[in-house]
T-cell receptor, first 115, second 112 residues
Framework: GAGVSQSPSNKVTEKGKDVELRCDPI?????LYWYRQSLGQGLEFLIY????????KSGLPSDRFSAERTGGSVSTLTIQRTQQEDSAVYLC?????????????FGPGTRLTVL | AQSVTQLDSQVPVFEEAPVELRCNYS??????LFWYVQYPNQGLQLLLK??????LVKGINGFEAEFNKSQTSFHLRKPSVHISDTAEYFC??????????FGQGTTLQVKP
């Protein structure tokens, strides 16, 4: 597709369950980012990938959160043992080459609701 | 540490009036500056960015912003707003790492 896509668009889960969120970046984009948008915390950086490696994981809130990227393309954000405070919109973005000053193109997000 | 402050959480304005959305940042080093817009139920879209050079930056949809290093500000302006400009606007900084640090956002409400 032409833009960043994310799936699912909405996810409702029960507390304690694991969830996987998927991001398909723009074709050819080497850098990929995950952010979280919540009412209390605003927009927060989670993790950054350059290719398949993650040089910056500083925003992951706990060890229940992990992410991987394979083939320099699709990325999956996994949240284990979900808690109610994990409820948020998870946004993915990608940039063409260098992260420095490059425009980040955002996907529409996955709205996660933990009951 | 870097931080971004958007001074107004909501800005109501009448259609065709001018608007300014304020953004201040704190950083001990040079940063790149961005404004993103988020329409309801959509992802973020870049309005404009400042990397270097001219301090007045023009973006899409008639928006512009001015980088003021001495005041560490990057305020967003539009001379005449439309109903369709109703959205949430985010100021962000990046320090050569790709990681965007966002402000809390300003909701622009354009009234007819």
């Amino acid at each position: 597709g032409a833009g960043v896509s994310q799936s699912p668009s909405n996810k409702v889960t029960e507390k304690g369950k694991d969830v996987e969120l998927r991001c398909d970046p723009i074709s050819g984009h080497t850098a990929l980012y995950w952010y979280r948008q919540s009412l209390g915390q605003g927009l927060e950086f989670l993790i950054y990938f350059q290719g398949n490696s993650a040089p910056d994981k500083s925003g992951l809130p706990s060890d229940r959160f992990s992410a991987e990227r394979t083939g320099g393309s699709v990325s999956t954000l996994t949240i284990q043992r979900t808690q109610q405070e994990d409820s948020a919109v998870y946004l993915c973005a990608s940039t063409l080459v260098s992260p420095s000053g490059d425009t980040q193109y955002f996907g529409p997000g996955t709205r996660l609701t933990v009951l | 540490a870097q931080s971004v402050t958007q001074l107004d959480s909501q800005v109501p304005v009448f259609e065709e009036a001018p608007v300014e959305l304020r953004c201040n940042y704190s950083s001990s080093v040079s940063v790149y500056l961005f404004w993103y817009v988020q329409y309801p139920n959509q992802g973020l879209q870049l309005l404009l960015k400042y990397l270097s050079g001219s301090t007045l930056v023009k973006g899409i949809n008639g928006f512009e912003a001015e980088f003021n290093k001495s005041q560490t500000s990057f305020h967003l302006r539009k001379p005449s707003v439309h109903i369709s400009d109703t959205a949430e606007y985010f100021c962000a900084v990046e320090r050569n790492t790709g990681k965007l640090i966002f402000g809390q956002g300003t909701t622009l409400q354009v009234k007819p």
